[in-house]
């Protein structure tokens, strides 16, 4: 993990394919929102996992995403009570005004 500036604003940027969210960090970064909303459905895991059509818990989103990063949309930016998954150039260029 490293910190730099971006446009004013610090981040805390950190490469989960090296280093992986454990289920508890995940829980903890979705404490109120359905952890499902973040999976990739795009990624090539998820589909060679079979996932699509499946019927998932949260409890099996985090445990899938903690288990394979790849399932997780990314970047995920989290400012805040904000998460901002996936490239929302919008929603991201509203951060730190």
């Known amino acids: 993990m490293f910190?730099?500036?971006?446009?004013?604003?610090?981040?805390?940027?950190?490469?989960?394919?090296?280093?992986?969210?454990?289920?508890?960090?995940?829980?903890e970064i979705f404490h109120d929102r359905d952890p499902r909303e973040f999976l990739s459905t795009r990624s090539p895991a998820y589909k060679a996992m079979g996932l699509a059509g499946k019927s998932l818990t949260p409890d099996d989103a985090i445990a899938l995403m903690a288990k394979d990063p790849n399932l997780l949309k990314r970047p995920l930016v989290i400012a805040g009570k904000e998460i901002i998954a996936g490239f929302d150039r919008e929603r991201l260029s509203q951060l730190g005004k």
Do not use: F, Q, T
């Open 3 to 27: 910190v730099r500036n971006l446009k004013g604003i610090e981040i805390d940027e950190r490469d989960y394919a090296k280093a992986p969210l454990s289920a508890d960090e995940l829980r």
